[in-house]
């Protein structure tokens, strides 16, 4: 079979390497790719938004299979286009994409259909907004309605925070014409957890759950990322947790996108918070997260190539999906200066042999004359598997430190608040 694989970042390496191992996949194209993703797949410089530029690949090629991996193509309606040639596709339309290209959209659903999430409000202009503020209570949440690579949601602690949020978002536009549109809801507490699910609008499969970590800095310091590190499964995420999940979550989401004329198919991100009310969904991402799947994909022992196929001919209830029983965990290596400026084009050192239990994702580099230069913020992602969750840290640590670029940076407390809780054996089956 002959795959196409739409992105070009740490979640997409993630992907393809999994396809790999199904032994009926002969060519794997990759739009745009990267540096390092260069080594499993043929990567043709086309953006990942450049919907034209795809479908026109596409039909010049013989492509069995597509996977639109990134949000914007999704939203842009890649799959549409690309189903419009008659090629099956794992991902959805752009219709079911708007559970994440709109915020409004994702809460707005959550309210009609009794899904757990914060109050909120929403908001077309900024005086609106400003006047609400000034009665709200501190911390608040403040969310640009749209896309904004993972950066759209502000916390503030004030109410001059709360207003300078408000600003960037509605009035300078810091996030573009996401912008346009704001919620702003309550602040939840509680542990946070990552839930990646397969399905066919129908039917849902859960993944190992994950913890992702944000801020840029140890000790959970600094400013919000796309993610610096996940680790696989989240010892807060019990059996009893999973369950009530399903019922008052997954499942409640799926019917309601189905029953709004929007059915869900692919891989349907759930972010929640487990509040001492109960689990709570923060955010909807209509695919796979970044990094979470670069710890979730290499516990999967189904072959992901028959999981996607199933996906789309709506048939995932016929599937049994198996799973490792061990732990993964990946430390991001990022440029110095992440989220903020930094410098591009350094040389990257990778050891020709690392463990065998450690692979290393390329997200943000690039091949010039030869050699492996950075061209991101978040660069690699190191992820080891292991029978236990202080093992795979271990190893990816150890892996980390044998790459080398300049101004590389890290952060070096990756799951150690989840060893916490493995060590003190908390009974966390009480957040309900």
């Not at 540096?35 to 919907?51: F, L, P, Q, R, T």
């Not at 499964?233 to 997954?250: G, L, V, W």
């Not at 001492?276 to 072959?303: A, M, S």
Request: charged share 25%.
């Amino acid at each position: 079979m002959n795959l196409l694989v739409i992105g070009g970042g740490g979640r997409e390496h993630a992907i393809i390497k999994k396809l790999r191992e199904n032994t009926d996949v002969n060519l794997i194209w990759c739009l745009p790719g990267n540096g390092g993703i260069a080594a499993d797949a043929d990567c043709v410089s086309i953006g990942a938004k450049e919907i034209d530029g795809i479908y026109e690949f596409a039909r010049a090629h013989d492509v069995d299979f597509a996977i639109v991996a990134q949000d914007d193509p999704l939203a842009l309606g890649c799959v549409d286009r690309l189903h419009s040639l008659g090629i099956p596709c794992f991902g959805p339309d752009a219709k079911a994409a708007q559970i994440e290209a709109s915020k409004v959209f994702a809460k707005n659903l959550m309210k009609r259909y009794g899904i757990p999430t914060a109050d909120y409000q929403v908001f077309e202009n900024a005086d609106d907004a400003l006047s609400y503020l000034e009665s709200a209570s501190f911390p608040i949440v403040l969310k640009a309605d749209g896309l904004a690579l993972g950066k759209g949601v502000l916390i503030a602690s004030s109410l001059d925070e709360a207003k300078e949020a408000v600003s960037e978002i509605m009035q300078e536009k810091r996030f573009g014409d996401s912008g346009n549109r704001m919620v702003i809801e309550e602040f939840l507490t509680g542990p946070e957890v990552s839930v990646l699910a397969f399905t066919d609008g129908k039917t849902v499969s859960p993944m190992v759950s994950s913890m992702d970590h944000k801020r840029a800095g140890d000790g959970d310091t600094g400013l919000n990322t796309g993610g610096m590190g996940t680790i696989a499964p989240n010892p807060y995420y019990t059996e009893e947790i999973a369950e009530s999940c399903m019922n008052e979550i997954f499942l409640p989401t799926i019917r309601a996108m189905a029953a709004e004329g929007c059915p869900f198919k692919g891989c349907l991100y759930f972010g929640l918070m487990l509040t001492p009310d109960g689990p709570k969904v923060i955010e909807y991402n209509c695919r796979f997260g970044d990094p979470e799947t670069q710890v979730v994909l290499p516990l999967l022992k189904t072959d992901l190539l028959t999981i996607m196929q199933a996906v789309e001919e709506e048939r995932l209830s016929e599937l049994k999906i198996e799973w490792s029983s061990g732990a993964a965990a990946c430390v991001i290596l990022a440029s110095g200066g992440y989220p903020l400026a930094y410098e591009k084009g350094k040389e990257i050192r990778i050891p020709d042999e690392l463990p065998q239990n450690v692979t290393v994702f390329h997200a943000g580099d690039k091949r010039v004359n030869g050699k492996l230069v950075t061209s991101g913020g978040r660069v690699l992602g190191v992820t080891a598997t292991a029978g236990s969750l202080q093992e795979a840290l271990h190893d990816a640590y150890d892996a980390a430190a044998q790459i080398h670029f300049d101004n590389m940076m890290f952060r070096h407390d990756i799951g150690q608040r989840a060893l916490r809780v493995l060590e003190d054996g908390n009974d966390f089956s009480r957040i309900r």
